[in-house]
T-cell receptor, first 116, second 116 residues
Framework: DSGVTQTPKHLITATGQRVTLRCSPR?????VYWYQQSLDQGLQFLIQ???????AKGNILERFSAQQFPDLHSELNLSSLELGDSALYFC???????????????FGPGTRLTVT | AQSVTQPDIHITVSEGASLELRCNYS??????LFWYVQSPGQGLQLLLK??????LVQGIKGFEAEFKRSQSSFNLRKPSVHWSDAAEYFC??????????????FGAGTILRVKS
């Protein structure tokens, strides 16, 4: 158990809908990352938040957005869903520290999204 | 651009045999290096990490990895594979620089099959 929690575990929804995925980081971690994993694209970095502020952005679609709240939990919002958005979505968190430790990411169990 | 290459998509080894999974990166300086393991339907678990110092690092589950600067490689090894090691293995690299945040760039993964 990494200490990172994600809800829900599974989500099935229809095209055009909007969903929200939730992540709680490990205790004390200020950074939260979101990743999408699919068979054809592999593991893709979407976005990073650090203490409530966006820190880095990856291949995140405009239909997707995220935020990190004062209690440090994060939500990933996916809207106007398409079949191709079906994937595993992972959240990770990392500690604050010098040199490499701030890159040391701990992953949650993921949310499996199926768009029908 | 910074990149991470895992040249082997699949590897099959016999139980009890030794294992080496390859990872190469493209970066001008020494990055932060990680190996993760993912069992089917599960999140990613951190196996080991390299930040600096001794180039041979030990991790969990009997794995080790060696950083070779001259080859820009960080190969994962295990002297004797167990059937429970069957999983997908990801090499990940953290590159310093504000534009990257603390994100990790992942290789495409290597699926390990263990035959009895």
């Amino acid at each position: 158990d990494s200490g990172v929690t994600q809800t829900p575990k599974h989500l099935i929804t229809a095209t055009g809908q909007r969903v929200t995925l939730r992540c709680s980081p490990r205790s004390g971690d200020l950074s939260v990352y979101w990743y999408q994993q699919s068979l054809d694209q592999g593991l893709q970095f979407l976005i990073q938040y650090y203490n409530g502020e966006e820190r880095a952005k990856g291949n995140i679609l405009e239909r997707f957005s995220a935020q990190q709240f004062p209690d440090l939990h994060s939500e990933l919002n996916l809207s106007s869903l398409e079949l191709g958005d079906s994937a595993l979505y992972f959240c990770a968190s990392s500690p604050t520290g010098g040199s490499g430790s701030s890159y040391e990411q701990y992953f949650g169990p993921g949310t499996r999204l199926t768009v029908t | 651009a910074q990149s991470v290459t895992q040249p082997d998509i699949h590897i099959t080894v016999s139980e009890g045999a030794s294992l080496e999974l390859r990872c190469n990166y493209s970066y001008g300086a020494t990055p932060y290096l990680f190996w993760y393991v993912q069992s089917p339907g599960q999140g990613l678990q951190l196996l080991l990490k390299y930040f600096s110092g001794d180039t041979l690092v030990q991790g969990i589950k009997g794995f080790e990895a060696e950083f070779k600067r001259s080859q820009s490689s960080f190969n994962l090894r295990k002297p004797s594979v167990h059937w429970s090691d069957a999983a997908e293995y990801f090499c990940a690299v953290g590159f310093e620089g504000m534009e990257y945040g603390n994100k990790l760039v992942f290789g495409a993964g290597t699926i390990l099959r263990v035959k009895s």
